[in-house]
Every structure is written in C-alpha cells, then in structure tokens.
C-alpha cells in the first residue's frame, strides 16, 4: 500500500488571491487604519506621511523574511535574546570515581582499600606547561 508523501508543508495556503490569510489581515488591517484616518486627520501633509508609514509598517510585517522566517518571528527572538541572562559558567563537578573491588580484595581491611583505591593523579604534562608558558607570555 503507498501513501502520497505531501510536498510543500512549509508553505502557507493563498487564501486570497496571491496573499496568505497573515499577509491579507495585516495589509487589510492598515487599510482600515489607514481608512479611519482620512477622517479624522484634516491636515493632508500628515495623513500622508502617517499613511505612508503604516502601510510600510504593514508590508515589511507581511512579505520580509530574514532567514527564512517572518520579521514578527525575528524581533520577537531579539527581544527575548536582549532581555534574558547571557552568563553562562559551565562548573565541572567532582565526583569522586567508583571503585569496583574484585572477591580477593573484598577481605583487605579500610586502609588497604583506601591506599589501593586513591588514584594516582600526574602532573601537568611538559607539553601543557608550555602551552600555558606560550599563551601567558607577557612582552
């Protein structure tokens, strides 16, 4: 039994004419606005700039994509980016290895143990030591 595998998910459906249903409630919507302006505003000069404005404001809503996604998206992400902690410190936590005793040492006594269980931690190596050398070199 075969199934179609639907293409294009990640597009939105036109639903009036060329414009998305998002693309079309914007610019309707600054239509309306810009509509009740007319009325209301009696200098010409204003309303035109006011009108210029907010039906820019609508387009670059609707049609601007940054990277694949819409400009609400992106201001969105800078604003939350913007107001959230940037401080991240990463603190290796130390915990102490598991020690697996095999039968024959299960009889030793506490001292043994802890003296055959402590880990034997070298040095620095040479090559790390002068990498640190290198890298705080003062001139």
């Known amino acids: ?30 239509g309306i606005v810009i509509f009740f302006l007319y009325f209301t505003i ?7 700039v006011i009108s210029i404005f907010l039906l820019g404001l609508a387009v670059v809503f609707a049609f601007l994509k940054i ?14 980016f913007t107001i959230s902690s940037k401080l991240y ?7 102490p290895p598991k020690i ?4 024959e040492e299960v009889g030793l006594k ?3 143990i802890d003296k055959i269980s402590s880990l034997k931690m070298s040095k620095k190596s040479k090559l790390s030591n002068l990498s640190t050398q290198i ?4 001139k």
């Open 1 to 30: 039994m075969e199934f179609t595998i639907p293409q294009f998910i990640e597009q939105s459906p036109k639903i009036v004419g060329p414009l998305t249903w998002r693309q079309f409630l914007l610019i309707g919507g600054a």
């Open 100 to 103: 697996i005793l095999k039968k």
């Open 42 to 48: 009696k200098h010409l000069f204003l309303f035109l």
């Open 135 to 138: 890298e705080t070199r003062t």
């Open 89 to 95: 410190i990463w603190q290796k936590k130390r915990i």
């Open 110 to 112: 506490k001292e043994e």
């Open 67 to 80: 990277g694949g996604r819409n400009i609400f998206a992106v201001l969105t992400n800078f604003v939350v």
